[in-house]
């Protein structure tokens, strides 16, 4: 006996399964905000597009309440049908097409933030009728693990309601309710669609944002915020800050020596907002700029009240890495439609990579599309905004690695020969067995220029044989070429410490297969330790054995360093060693 079942409907497990793989998918703290504001932001932005009402103004209220851990969220957009909200609130459903007026495409913003709390109340209404519903207990329900159904009160009274008001109550502790104000604010203006980044390169639409907010400490503040990114270009004094096109400009119109340009570039945040034409029709905006030193991050967080004044060192770094997402900070972000979306992409691989930490690229492409809970963007994508950031990146560094970010001081023509002695005079001595074999005094503190010459002394004092020297810095990329008897061309490098040479690797100005020697100065267990990290043995050259394959190696090579069986290691002469033999 055959009959007909609804094989698609799924029980309550299933239901709460879907619910939790939506929760998953967002991972990050201001994301019930964000997307409770999106959808207020769709629906004016629909709603204007819609109105042929020329008085129309959107306006968007805020309110949140750390203490009582309550979200609320009111627009007077184009509002719900009242009989389309319960199926809006089933996971996966949407009254959204795809357009080009809203930000939102997957439709499960509102069933993430239902299932958030355990007290959850949505009034919505326009021309068409309006209603109320109050959902209680569903964060509990999702968690609990039992069938049992969950249930919708809804009121579809006549109402005036235009618009939608949707409020969260008895929500979990987020760590979003301990920001302070200045924190709440800037998270709301960067990383929610009320930082419309659309205004960064052109006029769009105003909404007026209505904000009020307790902290934790019950501390009520309320103002109207800006329906703008919060792009710090903006606030800073010229003084302060200089576009490339306008550098570039300068330097073409006069005659203006390297020494100007380095005193126009100093202490200045440079920047550069422009347009990208890719294939087709595809415009990608982009906001990039570069701050004068890694502290200027922090220099503007406590300047903005992003950091607490009253945080101790210790505690620093623990809490830049929770709250990372309520500072300034390096990187390359991403927007779509106007709305900043908190992805960050990884930087390519460039020259100058010690500059990335200075570098903030932000990108507005409305072609982007991400997995639901916009935790990444789609790898070819990516590749597309990484080629672009490589660009922007080069044009900054051509400039920067040349005219700025150096320690340049107006007065540095000004030096107290008495003061600069009294320090060296201070720096410890070299002990009694190696002052035999050099003329210098003091150890090398940290001073390449010292390792370079004491190394000329021992070759000419014949304590290091069979090396030809044939010049130094050509080209400038390494500081030393020679040849080595029996051996052939060899590329020598000077460090003050061992581990210094890491830097270089890393900013692949440098590489290990291209070198084949370091002359250094007390190859230490740090330098040991930081090697390792990077995957490379620290070996020493003396300490051989029956297996070793080094017979053929010269006497002053102290150490090497290996990378792998396939690279061929970069010998090492501590002069320290050398000296005390």
Request: hydrophobic share 35%.
């Amino acid at each position: 006996m055959s009959k007909n079942i609804d094989f698609l409907k799924p029980d309550v497990l299933q239901i709460k399964k879907s619910i939790k793989g939506i929760d998953d998918s967002y991972n990050n703290e201001w994301d019930i905000l964000a997307e409770l504001i999106q959808n207020a932001v769709d629906a004016i932005r629909l709603k204007y597009s819609e109105s042929n009402d020329e008085n129309y103004k959107g306006i968007i209220d805020i309110y949140i309440n750390s203490g009582k851990k309550t979200i609320k969220v009111k627009d007077n957009g184009v509002g719900i049908s009242k009989d389309d909200l319960p199926y809006l609130l089933r996971p996966f459903s949407s009254d959204k097409e795809i357009s080009t007026e809203t930000i939102g495409e997957k439709g499960v913003g509102l069933t993430f933030a239902l299932f958030s709390c355990n007290l959850f109340e949505i009034e919505t209404g326009n021309k068409n009728g309006s209603s109320k519903a109050f959902v209680k207990d569903a964060l509990s329900w999702k968690k609990s693990i039992d069938s049992q159904s969950l249930n919708m009160e809804i009121d579809n009274g006549y109402y005036d309601i235009n618009g939608t008001s949707i409020t969260l109550s008895h929500m979990e502790n987020l760590d979003i309710f301990d920001l302070n104000n200045d924190q709440m604010k800037y998270l709301i203006r960067t990383k929610t669609a009320i930082g419309n980044t659309e205004k960064i390169w052109h006029d769009s639409i105003d909404i007026t944002v209505n904000y009020e907010f307790y902290d934790s400490t019950n501390t009520y503040y309320e103002e109207i915020l800006p329906f703008e990114y919060f792009n710090i270009i903006n606030d800073l004094r010229d003084t302060e800050k200089i576009s490339i096109d306008e550098f570039l400009k300068k330097n073409k119109e006069t005659m203006v020596s390297d020494r100007e340009k380095r005193i126009m570039l100093k202490d200045k945040i440079i920047y550069k907002m422009d347009t990208i034409q890719h294939s087709g029709n595809r415009i990608i905006n982009y906001l990039a700029y570069f701050i004068p030193s890694r502290n200027a991050w922090e220099t503007l967080n406590r300047q903005y009240n992003l950091i607490p004044s009253n945080i101790s060192e210790e505690e620093l770094s623990d809490y830049l890495n929770k709250y990372y997402y309520a500072q300034l900070g390096s990187g390359i972000f991403t927007a779509v439609k106007g709305m900043p979306t908190g992805i960050a992409i990884n930087h390519p691989s460039t020259g100058n990579a010690g500059y990335w930490p200075n570098m903030f690229i932000l990108f507005q492409d409305n072609k982007l599309s991400f997995d639901i809970g916009r935790k990444s963007i789609h790898g070819s994508q990516q590749n597309i905004l990484k080629k672009y950031s490589k660009k922007i990146f080069n044009e900054f560094a051509k400039i920067v690695s040349r005219y700025g970010a150096r320690n340049f001081d107006l007065d540095d023509n000004i030096w107290n020969k008495e003061s600069t002695f009294e320090s060296i005079n201070n720096m410890r001595n070299l002990d009694e067995k190696k002052k035999a074999k050099t003329i210098f005094q003091k150890i090398p503190n940290k001073q390449e220029a010292q390792v370079s010459a004491m190394f000329y002394e021992q070759i000419g004092k014949g304590n290091i044989e069979g090396l030809t020297l044939y010049t130094t810095g050509y080209k400038g990329k390494y500081d030393l070429y020679g040849k080595l008897e029996n051996k052939g061309n060899v590329v020598i490098e000077f460090k003050s410490e061992l581990r210094n040479i890491l830097k270089d690797f890393n900013d692949e100005q440098k590489l290990f297969d291209e070198i084949d020697c370091i002359v250094c100065w007390n190859v230490s267990e740090e330098d040991k330790d930081r090697f390792h990290e990077y995957g490379i043995s620290v070996i020493d050259n003396r300490a051989k054995s029956l297996f070793s394959n080094n017979n053929n190696d010269f006497d002053y090579f102290t150490h090497r360093l290996e990378l792998s069986n396939f690279s061929k290691p970069i010998y090492v002469i501590d002069l320290m060693v050398l000296l005390d033999e």
